[in-house]
């Protein structure tokens, strides 16, 4: 397939797992890619991964917490590719603790990087899309953000918050142009869940030692052997955004294998 074509996509979080799985997506159905993370050796490994396609990729060091590191780095994006059609917000964080033992420094740091970044970076393409072509936003909600996952009430928090948001946005920007989606991965193997990704912004998820795993008895997929890989959230990533997605706008898809019915 070649969806991407002519398009120009600008992704966060494309250092590991699932951006990083987005970003070899949309390159090989033809887009021009700018992967932006914060850790500059996940993007290498990215650029390294895209082999051939690499000539339409551009690597792009970008702190989505920083106010300052977005503007400036959705502006170079921007000019490397020309403009903007679609605009991918895979960065986010996963950090787990007990929560009557979470800081509230460790509270506002997840909020700060997954629901204010995700604002923050929309707010600065904003212009672009709206000058773009079939514009459309692809926003990282979660299964938390409507079922219970314990010990993640800051990240559910967070995920909640960007869902509600992209609801919000779609509602104001429609008649403009620019379609905004949200995707709710659940388990899915990734940097973020099993704490190996590059471009990891805290320590990996880790529950706490004496957490109570009759909990996630319902957290287990209903088909497969296990948690997927990132690929299965790239696809429809993709698919949202592209013109086959054309007439969904203001929702979001569960990708978790039935976790969830």
Known sequence: MDRYAGR?????????GIGQATVLRILA????????????????????????????????VVDISDENSVREGVAAAVTALG?????????????S???????????????????VGTFLVIREAIPALLAGDDAAVVNFSSTSAMFAHPYMAAYAASKGGIQS????????????????????????????TDGTGASRQ?????????????????????IGQG???????ASVVALLGSQDGSFITGTEVRVDGGTHF
């Open 8 to 16: 120009r996509v600008l992704i966060t979080g494309a250092g590991s």
């Open 29 to 60: 159905e033809g887009g021009r890619v700018v992967a932006a993370d914060v850790s500059e050796a996940g993007l290498k490994d990215t650029c390294e991964k895209a082999g051939p396609a690499a000539d339409r990729l551009t690597a792009l």
């Open 83 to 95: 403009g903007l059609d679609v605009l991918v917000n895979a960065a986010g964080v996963l950090r």
């Open 97 to 115: 603790s007990h929560t009557h033992e979470t800081s509230l420094d460790a509270f506002n740091r997840v909020i700060q990087i997954n629901l």
């Open 165 to 192: 948001m992209t609801h919000a946005l779609a509602a104001e920007y429609g008649k403009r142009g620019i379609r905004f989606n949200s995707v709710q991965p659940g388990s899915i193997s990734s940097g973020m």
């Open 202 to 222: 805290s320590v990996g998820p880790g529950l706490p030692e004496d957490a109570d795993m009759s909990l996630f008895v319902k957290l287990a997929p209903a």
């Open 227 to 233: 948690f997927a890989g990132p690929e299965s959230v």
